[in-house]
């Protein structure tokens, strides 16, 4: 099955930057460029939501799409000749605060990429914490 791996958090200043990575292998056999790929957080009792999310490739094209808290703040990417992902995370603020993940799907599937149900592939999590 895809493996996904996430790097990159740590603790940060309100108003910090740090950039996170997600590392995709094992892909079935498909290019990583047909994978669209989304990040999910989840804060402390609270349930996982998402955060943003990234198109597979057509030629140089993505579409990225965002949760409204973090629009103009976090920029998604991706390198596909490097199977990954990024996600930007400038200004931050301390309700950013959550393990944050990437998860991804087969291709063929249909559904809301928003809801966590969407999802076949999750990563294990990085911890972003920003401290006031």
């Known amino acids: 099955q895809v493996q996904l791996v996430e790097s990159g958090g740590g603790l940060v200043q309100a108003g910090g930057s740090l950039r996170l990575s997600c590392a995709a292998s094992?892909?079935?056999?498909?290019?990583?460029?047909?994978?669209?790929v989304s990040w999910f957080r989840q804060a402390p009792g609270k349930e996982r939501t998402f955060v943003a999310r990234i198109s597979w490739s057509e030629g140089n094209t993505n579409a990225a799409y965002y949760l409204d808290s973090v629009k103009g703040r976090f920029t998604i990417s991706r390198d596909n000749a490097k199977n990954t992902v990024y996600l930007q995370m400038n200004s931050l603020k301390p309700e950013d605060t959550a393990v944050y993940y990437c998860?991804?799907?087969?291709?063929?599937?249909?559904?809301?990429?928003?809801?966590?149900?969407?999802?076949?592939?999750w990563g294990q999590g990085t911890q972003v914490t920003v401290s006031s």
């Open positions: 094992e892909l079935l056999g498909l290019s990583f460029s047909r994978y669209a």
């Open positions: 998860a991804t799907s087969s291709p063929s599937r249909s559904g809301s990429p928003r809801l966590i149900s969407f999802y076949d592939y």
